[in-house]
């Protein structure tokens, strides 16, 4: 069974940095492509990132040079690295695989 949990998220301010991780089980993850996606209220998902078994990452254009994708195939472990964050990120950040299995998120709020 597949198991996603996500972390680390919080408040920050306009600017800041954070850095997510998303912890995985149950697959082999470093033969797995994977995403990051976000919702923020009221809006729908909105793909940010995917990471391929190949090593190629892909972004959204709202996230480019923002943000990036690290994979510890050590610890099945995949870390979004946020950083010059605006109030428009505030958002719930899930991994997910790519047939749209998620985690329960973890909660970003860019706030002054």
């Known amino acids: 069974e597949v198991e996603l949990v996500e972390s680390g998220g919080g408040l920050v301010q306009p600017g800041g940095s954070l850095k997510l991780s998303c912890a995985t089980a149950g697959f082999t993850f470093r033969t797995r492509d994977m995403k990051w996606v976000r919702q923020a209220p009221g809006k729908r998902l909105e793909w940010l990132s995917t990471?391929?078994?190949?090593?190629?990452?892909k972004y959204a254009d709202s996230v480019e040079g923002r943000f990036a994708v690290s994979r510890d195939h050590v610890t099945n472990t995949m870390h979004l690295h946020m950083s010059n964050l605006t109030t428009d990120d505030t958002a719930m950040y899930y991994c997910?695989?790519?047939?749209?299995?998620r985690g329960q998120g973890t909660q970003v709020t860019v706030s002054s």
């Open positions: 990471s391929y078994q190949s090593g190629l990452i």
């Open positions: 997910s695989t790519m047939d749209g299995q």
